[in-house]
């Protein structure tokens, strides 16, 4: 059987700013991840209009190096406040799919099916909270003390710190994220291992992500739409650079 998890993450936002927010901190993210053999190549990033809806469609490949120049592409469709995410391996091919499903909702992750799930699917999924001020979601080494949100105070949005033991019901504005990740490994007798593996690691990932979120609240704060567009195909632009710098000096040391 497939595992299905849907994890809801409280924020410290509205909906309409988690928008700009979420992708200012993908933009940030995605620059200084980037080097070394490794990081994010940004192939599409354009809005689509058809069948399917409307909204804003990406292609990314993402390289690692550390993994023997292991590649993982990812295709997003955002259509805020819902998105749809799939990653694929084209060294695994068919067996490997990590699909995550988002609905972003004014409420305190109360909503007990917001993605419209089947009676099939909500039979499978299992619910588990994420608490962005608890430091036990990160592995040590992924600790920062600058990107805590029971220490930082936004200045601009005046918000945070983070301190109190019942912030998620006492915080102001606040949205969910809903997000329902189903992991597809089809290499038999590794199945449940990989999943339960690629759903700890993913957890680790969206709590780590939103602590950034937060904790890079001036940043995006007034931000409109046009700036951020701007701001991704300037970082698209640099990803670029960045990698053709790697290439060239590789080319001259061989």
């Known amino acids: 059987m497939v595992l299905v998890k849907e994890y809801r993450i409280i924020n410290n936002c509205t909906v309409d700013e988690y928008r700009i927010a979420q992708l200012y901190a993908v933009a940030k993210m995605s ?120 220490l930082y105070k936004a200045t601009k949005a005046e918000r945070g710190p983070l301190s109190t033991e019942d912030w998620m019901e006492t915080c102001e504005p606040v949205m969910t994220c809903y997000k329902l990740l189903t992991v597809e490994f089809g290499w038999w007798g590794f199945q449940t291992a990989v999943e339960r593996y690629i759903h700890s690691t993913m957890r680790g990932v969206f709590a780590l992500f939103h602590r950034q979120l937060f904790c890079d609240t001036d940043g995006w704060f007034g931000m409109t739409i046009e700036e951020l567009r701007a701001m991704e195909d300037d970082t698209a632009k640099k990803l670029l650079d960045k990698r053709n710098q790697e290439l060239a000096s590789k080319t001259e040391f061989n």
């Not at 192939?43 to 292991?70: M, V």
């Open 31 to 150: 620059m200084s991840e980037t080097g070394s053999g490794e990081g994010v190549e940004v192939i599409k990033n354009e809005p689509y209009d058809n069948e399917k809806g409307k909204g804003q469609y990406t292609k990314k490949i993402y390289s690692f190096a550390r993994q023997g120049s292991l590649e993982m592409h990812e295709e997003a469709w955002n259509a805020y406040p819902h998105c749809l995410t799939v990653m694929t391996s084209p060294l695994l091919g068919s067996s490997f799919k990590v699909v995550t499903e988002t609905m972003h909702l004014a409420d305190r992750a109360e909503t007990e099916n917001a993605l419209n799930l089947d009676a099939k699917v909500l039979a499978q999924r299992v619910v588990e909270h994420i608490d962005v001020t608890n430091d036990k979601e990160l592995s040590a080494a992924a600790y920062k003390e600058s990107e805590d949100p029971k």
